[in-house]
């Protein structure tokens, strides 16, 4: 007998979905989905660039609304295809009016989808984009916690003190560097997993100062909506579990993170 789902909740103040992939979304017309997102108070939506194949795309879907941001980079399982081309690319759309961010970039040593010395190198060479243009990151880093703060720990003194580092499932050592750093910690549906007490024991020793909240969709959809495709309008049930879990009023954290998200990708906008 299948137990009926929760209607999506509509607060009163507004939520940024930090980390999505827009092009990736299969279960309906994406203006179907981005009319959802609007309707339940999400203001602004990040899609995220993973490969020299969609960083266009994602350029393209960042132009479709106002609301609507990107980034470009390449995730570490495609790390065998960036190229000099690809760094070029990278870096010259990196400061175009809609992309607030280098990423997402990293390690992941769980899949290891790519040569991990290959990994390593992409990593550092995308880290020195962010760093030359003054842009915050989005990082990847999966199982990979001890070469993710090495590499981080070089960039010390040239990288900006903002960044990501989303759906965030690695150790508290990793936690501590990147909170001490001044960097946030992204948390998605992967907090509402019956067996992520791990993930929400980070998430209670993170500053909700330090919190931004994403999807990941199509991925890691929350509870009660799993086995189903994840999209950005699931991104309340994210807020509503780190307030719960955190013991803080959802009004506090809906105003944190939305501080956090406007800190970290929209330092120059008035509205935080």
């Not at 590499?151 to 759906?167: A, K, M, N, Y």
């Not at 086995?227 to 879990?245: C, D, H, Q, S, W």
């Amino acid at each position: 007998m299948s137990r009926k789902r929760r209607e999506i909740p509509v607060f009163d103040q507004p939520l940024i979905e930090t980390h999505c992939h827009l092009d990736y979304l299969k279960d309906r017309p994406l203006e179907e989905t981005l009319e959802k997102v609007r309707s339940v108070n999400i203001e602004r939506v990040i899609t995220i660039a993973v490969s020299p194949d969609n960083l266009a795309q994602v350029r393209a879907l960042s132009q479709l609304h106002p609301w609507l941001y990107g980034t470009q980079g390449v995730h570490p399982h495609e790390a065998e295809a960036y190229s000099d081309a690809c760094e070029a690319e990278i870096r010259e759309h990196a400061t175009d009016d809609k992309i607030v961010a280098v990423g997402e970039i990293g390690l992941d040593y769980f899949y290891d989808n790519a040569d991990r010395e290959v990994q390593r190198q992409v990593f550092r060479r995308q880290l020195q984009i962010a760093a030359d243009l003054g842009k915050p990151v989005v990082i990847h880093s999966r199982e990979a916690d001890e070469d993710t703060i090495a590499i981080l720990s070089e960039f010390e003194d040239t990288l900006e003190r903002r960044g990501v580092i989303h759906s965030f499932t690695s150790g508290p050592g990793l936690a501590r560097y990147a909170l001490d750093q001044g960097w946030c910690l992204g948390f998605n549906g992967i907090t509402t997993f019956n067996k992520a007490e791990n993930v929400r024991d980070i998430v209670r020793m993170t500053p909700v100062e330090q919190i931004l909240l994403e999807t990941d969709s199509p991925f890691l959809t929350p509870v009660p909506y799993r086995g189903r495709e994840n999209a950005p309008f699931y991104l309340p049930f994210v807020a509503e579990k780190i307030a719960e879990v955190k013991e803080l009023p959802l009004e506090q954290v809906l105003s944190a993170t939305w501080q956090a998200s406007m800190r970290t990708f929209f330092p120059d906008d008035g509205a935080h």
